[in-house]
């Protein structure tokens, strides 16, 4: 991608979306199975809504161990769990949806009600407009409000009827008054994974032992 290059968000390709934001599709791939590995994993003596919970939380530690080594970082402002560009334009958090997740002819929700630090996002988003604007430059020191990175949520959803897991990195803009976020300027669908599958992209173990940096409290 050449610097400064303008996307829209609208009619842009999903390889496209994907290079200007700096992930791949075998990096989310391997994000989402560990979400539904530790969704598996999950045993009726554990509290009732675990698997949900335990989910997303290995769903977050994968993604941050996957895009470490490319200079991202963890924040964790207002106690949302993201990871950050290296240039800090782009963020990620990880996050469970409804049915409607990666149906490309339906709107899919967050499956919960969502804070404050996702509402800030949600309306810088939605003041961005159809265009952004790619990296343009790595060593471009981090904005000084979160609310202030482009908010790009890695929604999955466990389908066992189906046999399946469907996920889609999307850009919220909306939120309902139930809190849940139900507004997309765009979404990036993935291919679903049919259950039993392995990763079929070998991308890096997010289970490998790093070096994470610790980041103080502002």
Known sequence: MTPKQIFNLQ??????????????????????????????????LHPKGYSGTSGWADGTQA??????????????????????SPGGRYAITVSSGDVNTGNPNQTPQTKNAKGAQTSKSVAFNSRQGDLFRSEASSTVELPSRDDEQMLWILLYYVDLAGEEIRYELSCPVAIGDN???????????????????????????????LDIPVIPKS
Do not use: H
């Open 179 to 209: 809190g849940k976020v139900d507004g997309w300027s765009a979404r990036i669908i993935m291919p679903a994974i049919r259950l039993g599958t392995p990763d079929p992209f070998g991308a890096p173990d997010p289970e490998q032992n």
């Open 11 to 44: 009619t842009s390709s999903n390889q496209e979306l994907l290079e200007a934001i700096g992930v791949s599709e075998g990096e989310l791939n391997s994000v989402v199975l560990q979400c539904y590995r530790a969704f598996a994993s999950v045993s009726p």
């Open 63 to 84: 993604i941050r161990a996957i895009l470490l080594p490319k200079s991202w970082k963890p924040t964790n402002p207002k106690g949302q769990p993201r990871v950050v």
